[in-house]
Each structure stands twice: as structure tokens, then as C-alpha cells.
């Protein structure tokens, strides 16, 4: 797979010293005194918590992978500065279990492309602003086996194998964002497997309240909507993570256009300024076979949710950044867990999801909650304020 590392790279490592100067007095409002300490904070859980093989001692490449973005998106890279040796022990935990094929995952083989979509994206990121050699060769095999795997519908599946049909909107934006980051960093990707990407995305558009019968598509267009997990109009599963995924993966293929994005973000937007309830709502859902009263220290809706949420509301800007990521951002320092005589617990953010172990849904949580936090630094290429050129023009059907 081409690439055009040392001028991308160069580019990108003047890119990494400009925004934080550059946005310093127009968004100074998004850092607080304490959202800048509970990002330390959480940052130092990560650390002492890492343990020695640098994975959290969690085998599945996806989480481990989340705990590495946390230190990148706080400026802690490889080698680097005071959590350069964590950042530098979880990037060799990846790389070193990256399979022949390109395969990055060492769990059972149904979590195949969960936790190589997770991981490749990250691995985008770390070789944007790193440039090493040694990330770009696992990358470049990783992205062949995305491409390579993806469904002839344009999705993907959980194991690594092109079938008919792809599984569901949540899986095929991971790799789609896979791809996305490649391409940050000079990576160059068959646009038809981005088109066919995108289309599947569509079809997983739906109005709220769903589809009315010969309704036209300039009143559809008017109304707030959704993206679903299923595709074609079936409601099962839509809500804000779902939606939140589908506006990402518009928005980073440059279809700042797309009518959906608007009409999703009437729905995003709601939601998040529900507040409270509407986050604990939805922990207690994920919870319901469960009898324990819900913890307070729980990120706002879930990990996979947040992680998903504040890049959709980043990248739109504006007014559905600034009202969105205030809640959100608050939310998070009232959250995390404070007990400085505890560091087992001091620093951390809990998450509920798929019935995670105790150790699990604290790595998640806490990698989540770092990441949302240190969004306004703009450290990773993909936070960039610049855009691809060639991703900004329509891709594929759009009605």
C-alpha cells in the first residue's frame, strides 16, 4: 500500500505545534482548572495501573489500544516526555502481537475486526504524528486486511472474512475510520472501498418517529433523525450512540453537505442537553439484568458512546460543539473517581458495556474519559483543522 510518510509527517509535525497557539484566546472556554486536572489525574490511572507487559493485562487489542490514544491525544507519545515509556510499552503490546496477516486481534476470533478496527485507527494516528517505521509496516498490513475483508454491500463483519453482508453500522465505522486515519497520515486507500463504505452508512439513516409512507424527501429532510444499528429503516438499536457513529464517519469523508448530518445533530443535540437523566437513563438500560445500584462514576452514557459523541460534535463546531462539550466535559470532572489515599481508584472513570469485568470497564472508561478531555488540545492528526481536499467533494449517493 503507497504512502507518502516524510512529507506528510513533516507537515503533520508542524500541524502539532500551531493549533494550541493558534485556538488559545477564541476556545480558551474549553479547558477548565478542572478539566485540565481530572485529564492528569486520569492519565496518571492509566499509568499505574498499565502493569508490566504495558496492556492493562487485557488481551483484546481494541481496549489496549484506547489506553495508547489517551496518552496520544494528551501529547505523550513514545519514548517521549514523563508517560513516554507507558505510551511506548502499550504501542509495543500492540505491535507485537499484530499477526502475519495483519490481523490485530489475540482474543477469540468473533472480537476479529471489533479490535482491529479500534487498534489500525489508532495505529493511524500514533504513525501521523510519529512517523516510525516500524508502526507503518504493521499499519500498511492492517489496512490491506480492512480492505481486503470488507463486505460486498460495503460493510464488514466481525471476523475477518468478506461475506455477502456486512453486520452492522457500529463495525463498519470502525474501519472506515481505520481507513480515514491512514489517509491522514499518506496512506493511500481505493476510494471504492470508501464509497461502498459510505453508502452502507446511509442505509442506516432513518427519520424519528420512522419512515412515513410516500412521505417526500423534503419534509424527511426537515425532521430530526438517526442512524440505526441495522440497515434500511428498522428502529432496533437506534439512539444517540448509533448516531453518533453514523455523523462521525460523514463528517471525516469530508460530507459536510450530507442533509443527515444536520437533521442527526437536532437529535445529538437534544439528547446531550437532557443531561443527567438522560445519561443515567441509558447506563441503567445496559445494567438492566443487573441488581447493584448505578455507580457514580460512570461516564456520561458509555465509553463507546463518548468515544463516538465528542468527535461528532467536534467536528461540527459551532454551537452544537460549544453547548454539547460543556455538558459533556462537566460531567466528566464531577464523575471521576477522587480518592488520592486510593490509587487503585484515584483518577479513574467507570463504563457499562457488554458485561466488562470490574478492571476492563475502568481501562475503557478512564482511556475514554482522558481522550474526551484532551479533545481541545488538537494533538492528533485527525483533530486537525485542516481537511483532505479530496475528501471534501460528494462521495457516492446521497438521497
Known amino acids: 500500500m503507497k504512502r507518502i510518510s516524510p512529507i506528510v509527517s513533516a507537515?503533520?509535525?508542524?500541524?502539532?505545534?500551531?493549533?494550541?497557539?493558534?485556538?488559545?484566546?477564541?476556545?480558551?472556554?474549553?479547558?477548565?482548572?478542572?478539566?485540565?486536572?481530572?485529564?492528569?489525574?486520569?492519565?496518571?490511572?492509566?499509568?499505574?495501573?498499565?502493569?508490566?507487559?504495558?496492556?492493562?493485562?487485557?488481551?483484546?487489542?481494541?481496549?489496549?489500544?484506547?489506553?495508547?490514544?489517551?496518552?496520544?491525544?494528551?501529547?505523550?507519545?513514545?519514548?517521549?516526555?514523563?508517560?513516554?515509556?507507558?505510551?511506548?510499552?502499550?504501542?509495543?503490546?500492540?505491535?507485537?502481537?499484530?499477526?502475519?496477516?495483519?490481523?490485530?486481534?489475540?482474543?477469540?476470533?468473533?472480537?476479529?475486526?471489533?479490535?482491529?478496527?479500534?487498534?489500525?485507527?489508532?495505529?493511524?494516528?500514533?504513525?501521523?504524528?510519529?512517523?516510525?517505521?516500524?508502526?507503518?509496516?504493521?499499519?500498511?498490513?492492517?489496512?490491506?486486511?480492512?480492505?481486503?475483508?470488507?463486505?460486498?454491500d460495503g460493510g464488514w463483519d466481525y471476523v475477518a472474512i468478506s461475506k455477502p453482508e456486512g453486520h452492522d453500522l457500529s463495525l463498519t465505522v470502525m474501519q472506515a475510520k481505520a481507513l480515514r486515519s491512514a489517509m491522514d497520515c499518506g496512506f493511500k486507500v481505493d476510494s471504492r472501498s470508501i464509497e461502498r463504505a459510505l453508502a452502507y452508512v446511509r442505509r442506516h439513516y432513518v427519520p424519528e418517529g420512522g419512515h412515513r409512507r410516500e412521505e417526500p424527501l423534503e419534509q424527511i429532510k426537515r425532521r430530526a433523525g438517526m442512524f440505526t444499528y441495522q440497515p434500511n429503516g428498522n428502529l432496533a438499536r437506534a439512539g444517540i450512540t448509533m448516531t453518533s457513529i453514523g455523523v462521525v464517519c460523514l463528517q471525516e469523508f469530508g460530507q459536510y453537505d450530507d442533509w443527515r448530518i444536520g437533521t442527526s445533530m437536532q437529535y445529538i443535540r437534544k439528547t446531550v442537553q437532557?443531561?443527567?437523566?438522560?445519561?443515567?437513563?441509558?447506563?441503567?438500560?445496559?445494567?438492566?439484568?443487573?441488581?447493584?445500584?448505578?455507580?457514580?462514576?460512570?461516564?456520561?452514557?458509555?465509553?463507546?458512546?463518548?468515544?463516538?459523541?465528542?468527535?461528532?460534535?467536534?467536528?461540527?463546531?459551532?454551537?452544537d460543539w460549544k453547548i454539547c462539550y460543556t455538558i459533556l466535559r462537566n460531567e466528566l470532572v464531577k464523575r471521576q473517581k477522587v480518592e488520592p489515599n486510593n490509587p487503585q481508584q484515584n483518577g479513574a472513570w467507570l463504563t457499562s458495556l457488554w458485561g466488562m469485568r470490574d478492571k476492563e470497564a475502568q481501562l475503557y472508561g478512564t482511556a475514554i474519559g482522558c481522550f474526551t478531555l484532551a479533545i481541545p488540545n488538537r494533538y492528533l492528526p485527525i483533530l486537525q483543522e485542516g481537511r483532505i481536499e479530496s475528501l471534501i467533494k460528494p462521495v457516492g449517493e446521497k438521497e
Open 11 to 152: 507537515a503533520l509535525a508542524l500541524l502539532l505545534v500551531l493549533p494550541a497557539a493558534a485556538q488559545a484566546q477564541s476556545n480558551a472556554w474549553e479547558v477548565t482548572p478542572e478539566s485540565k486536572a481530572a485529564l492528569e489525574r486520569g492519565i496518571e490511572w492509566l499509568a499505574r495501573n498499565q502493569g508490566a507487559k504495558g496492556n492493562w493485562d487485557n488481551e483484546n487489542l481494541g481496549l489496549v489500544s484506547m489506553g495508547l490514544l489517551a496518552y496520544l491525544s494528551a501529547g505523550h507519545l513514545p519514548g517521549r516526555g514523563k508517560y513516554g515509556h507507558n505510551s511506548q510499552m502499550a504501542m509495543d503490546y500492540i505491535l507485537n502481537n499484530a499477526k502475519p496477516s495483519g490481523l490485530l486481534n489475540i482474543a477469540v476470533r468473533g472480537h476479529d475486526m471489533y479490535n482491529h478496527g479500534l487498534a489500525t485507527f489508532v495505529l493511524g494516528q500514533l504513525y501521523g504524528m510519529t512517523g516510525d517505521k516500524r508502526v507503518g509496516r504493521v499499519l500498511d498490513r492492517a489496512l490491506r486486511l480492512i480492505q481486503d475483508s470488507q463486505c460486498s
Open 274 to 319: 437532557a443531561g443527567e437523566k438522560v445519561f443515567n437513563d441509558q447506563y441503567r438500560l445496559s445494567k438492566k439484568t443487573r441488581s447493584y445500584a448505578i455507580e457514580p462514576n460512570h461516564v456520561p452514557f458509555d465509553a463507546y458512546t463518548l468515544y463516538y459523541l465528542s468527535q461528532a460534535i467536534y467536528q461540527r463546531g459551532g454551537d
